[in-house]
């Protein structure tokens, strides 16, 4: 399994960006894509999930409502749009698969149950 996570870059605060997540390589159809991110200094923090029909997602207390995310099964990609920016979003950003049958309900936020990581794309959000 390969993921390639890209769209990051800097922004000021206030601004957008997406993400995306370009996965291959999967024996199956059905896996949950998790976007993370790790800053400087703290825990890395379960930002969003999506399930594998993309029914089911999730999002951390601390971008819910800025933050969307969605996935195009037919590209097997998945998006991050993040919307009204700020400083504390600034953060490495990456995305993690898994594909364990659960996901064809649900997915999870906890990154012990993900077995496959991208590389990390750098968010910076300028105040």
């Known amino acids: 399994v390969q993921l390639q996570a890209s769209g990051g870059g800097l922004v000021q605060a206030g601004g957008s960006l997406r993400l995306s997540c370009a996965a291959s390589?999967?024996?199956?159809?059905?896996?949950?894509i998790g976007w993370f991110r790790r800053s400087p200094g703290k825990e890395r923090e379960g930002v969003s999930c999506?399930?594998?029909?993309?029914?089911?997602?999730y999002y951390a207390e601390s971008v819910a409502g800025r933050f969307t995310i969605s996935r195009d099964n037919a590209k097997n990609t998945v998006y991050l749009e993040m919307n009204s920016l700020k400083p504390e979003d600034t953060a490495v950003y990456y995305c993690?698969?898994?594909?364990?049958?659960?996901?064809?309900?649900?997915?999870?936020?906890?990154?012990?149950?993900?077995?496959?990581w991208g590389q990390g794309t750098l968010v910076t959000v300028s105040s």
């Open positions: 390589g999967f024996s199956h159809g059905y896996y949950a």
């Open positions: 993690a698969a898994d594909e364990s049958r659960s996901t064809y309900y649900y997915c999870s936020s906890d990154g012990l149950r993900y077995d496959s």
């Open positions: 999506i399930n594998s029909s993309g029914g089911d997602t």
